[in-house]
């Protein structure tokens, strides 16, 4: 954590595939609901895109919710972000970035919050 942000920094020998980082949530998604994901963060990058996922911690199955397609003119600045998402399998329970896609030089991922909300007929 950086002035209050968390900070997310891969080592060059991470960028394989296979390792990721997670952050634990304290709700589990039910599949076949909708969903809003808001979060706000900044990103360096040499990937084209990065995905932000869920993940169910028992099996690690995952799920893109979400793809940041990257450029000249969005790297290093604050991105605030509000995507709605269906969840494909129940207990759907923690978020989670690929290692694989935070490569280059000054590689980083700087998350100011990240918030989930369900959706139903009342906030529609």
């Known amino acids: 954590v950086v002035l209050g942000k968390r900070l997310l920094i891969t080592k060059k020998e991470n960028s394989e595939g296979g390792k990721y980082a997670v952050l634990y949530l304290n709700q589990n998604f039910e599949a076949g609901q909708r969903y809003v994901l808001k979060i706000k963060y900044k990103l360096s990058t040499s990937s084209p895109s990065f995905n932000l996922h869920l993940m169910k911690r028992d099996t ?17 600045k604050w991105i605030e972000l509000e995507t709605e998402f269906v969840p494909d399998y129940d207990d759907m329970n923690s978020f989670m970035i690929g290692a694989m896609q935070l490569s280059g030089e000054n590689r980083y991922l700087l998350i100011d919050y990240i918030a989930f909300e369900r959706k139903n007929d009342k906030n529609e």
């Open 60 to 76: 690690k199955q995952i799920q893109i919710i979400y793809t940041h397609r990257v450029n000249s003119l969005n790297t290093g």
